[in-house]
């Protein structure tokens, strides 16, 4: 976990584009934070492959927060259209 916790800092701070040093420390910690997240789920759900946590943080790393935030936004808001009894009127007309 600590090896992709890393992988994930490193890689989001030198992914970066932000002009300030302190802002892509920001960035770097947490793309941190979010593989650390990631990889607990994944030792959960798959604890044969512990190789996984390094190929996550790298890849949390490369998209990068703002990426992963606005994935999830549009996920969320997908799931609650459809969650939406008015939006399931409309589609059966």
Sequence with gaps: MFAGCVSSFL???TRSTK???LDKVGEGF???LLSTGLITVSNYFL???PQLA???GV???FLGSDYLTSLLKSLIDLALKRLDPKNQDSDKK
């Design 47 to 49: 604890p044969e492959y």
């Design 54 to 56: 390094i190929f996550v």
């Design 59 to 61: 890849f949390v790393g």
């Design 11 to 13: 890689m989001g701070l």
């Design 19 to 21: 002009k300030h040093f």
């Design 30 to 32: 947490t793309c941190s």
